[in-house]
Each structure stands twice: as structure tokens, then as C-alpha cells.
């Protein structure tokens, strides 16, 4: 079982609690109906699939609702870290080695 921590609610819960929404730190494009259909299809589907390091976004569904970052280890399949929606990726390589 993944267990999860909220950086919102300071809990540390399993991972029924959440939901994966995806790549973290997406660049949204700012003007959509210029892109071509290929470029569309690119930013919707296509996303990085690391061995490793991966930021990702969750939300705490069944808690506070709220949308929350997250580093896990792909290999491992362990949480390294959380932080709130917004705030920069954080500065791994001091702690891990394996900061992207």
C-alpha cells in the first residue's frame, strides 16, 4: 500500500485517499486554437515516463480536495516528497541525487 502525504492537511493517509491527475508542471499553452492539431494532441498526450524521478499531481479526494505535488521514485514506487500546488519543484540533489 502507497501511503501519501497531504502537504494541506499535514495527514499521511493510504493511497485510496487520492487521486493521480497527471504530469506536474505542465506548461498550458496560452493561446489553444493556435495550435495546430499534432501540437494539441502532443500537449494532451504526450508526457515524459521516466525511470525515476517523476512529478506528478495528486488530489486529496476524500480529504481536503485540494491539488498537491508530489516526487515519487518510479523504480521504487515510494514518495519522496509533497508540496502544495504552485510552489517550485523542489531542490532533490542534496538529499537524493536525482534531482531533475
Do not use: Q
Amino acid at each position: 500500500m502507497l501511503l501519501i502525504h497531504c502537504p494541506y492537511c499535514d495527514e499521511t493517509l493510504p493511497e485510496a485517499e487520492f487521486a493521480y491527475a497527471g504530469e506536474a508542471h505542465i506548461a498550458r499553452p496560452a493561446d489553444p486554437m493556435a495550435l495546430s492539431d499534432e501540437e494539441w494532441r502532443d500537449f494532451l498526450f504526450i508526457r515524459s515516463n521516466p525511470r525515476g524521478t517523476h512529478y506528478e499531481r495528486w488530489r486529496h479526494v476524500h480529504g481536503c480536495g485540494r491539488f498537491f505535488n508530489a516526487v515519487r521514485d518510479t523504480v521504487s514506487d515510494r514518495f519522496v516528497t509533497t508540496y502544495r500546488a504552485g510552489e517550485p519543484r523542489p531542490d532533490l540533489s542534496a538529499s537524493t541525487g536525482a534531482a531533475r
